[in-house]
Structures are given as structure tokens and as C-alpha cells.
Nanobody, 123 residues
């Protein structure tokens, strides 16, 4: 069992930066692939970035490639998302998710979810 708690969201101007974190409990964190998804009002949850259990493999949505960086610290059992050059279209609730096995960009393949953290980018 893994419990996830996101933090770090807020209001930022376009072009600014935020760093999200996702703190995990449970000994299995270091064996889980982790990912960030986001959901804007009226839209489905969409993939943002994923990272393998070791941190050696990452994958990004085209919309955030080159601007966002996913990372993890297995010793601290924490997942991060560094978001730079933020745009108004990045506004959404950001969720971290965890799954056993390889990374995936598919929402319903993730077994564990946090409660989400709001990111609002003003123009």
C-alpha cells in the first residue's frame, strides 16, 4: 500500500516556475513507477510525466517537454516535478500516481493517487 500527498501548487504568472512534490508512505515506493497527471476543469485527466522506479527512465507529454522535469528521491520517498516557463494552459489540478511495473502514460493503469494540488498560471 502506498499513500501519496502532493504539495507545492499555487498561483504563478506566465513564464514563472513551480516545484511540486509528492511524499509517499509505504516501503514499496522505491519499487513503483511514478507519474504526474493533471486535470483542468471540464477535461479528462491527462498524462504529464513519468519516471521509472530507479529514476533511469523518464517520459514526458509533448506539451511539457523541455519545460518540466520529473525526478525522484527514493531515500526521501518523494517525487518531484520542476515546472519552468509556465503557461496559462498549464493551469490544472496536478496529481501524482504510482504503479508497480514499468512506467505508463495511461491513467487507469496507476493504482495509487494523491489528492491533487492546484496550479494556476495567470497571463
Amino acid at each position: 500500500q502506498v499513500q501519496l500527498v502532493e504539495a507545492g501548487g499555487g498561483l504563478v504568472q506566465a513564464g514563472g516556475s513551480l516545484r511540486l512534490s509528492c511524499a509517499a508512505s509505504g516501503r514499496t515506493f522505491r519499487s513503483y513507477a511514478m507519474a504526474w497527471f493533471r486535470q483542468a476543469p471540464g477535461k479528462e485527466r491527462e498524462f504529464v510525466a513519468a519516471i521509472s522506479f530507479s529514476g533511469g527512465t523518464t517520459r514526458y507529454a509533448d506539451s511539457v517537454k523541455g519545460r518540466f522535469t520529473i525526478s525522484r528521491d527514493n531515500g526521501k520517498m518523494t517525487l518531484y516535478l520542476q515546472m519552468n516557463s509556465l503557461k496559462p494552459e498549464d493551469t490544472a489540478v496536478y496529481y501524482c500516481g504510482g504503479r508497480s511495473g514499468v512506467i505508463s502514460t495511461t491513467t487507469n493503469l496507476y493504482d495509487y493517487w494523491g489528492q491533487g494540488t492546484q496550479v494556476t498560471v495567470s497571463s
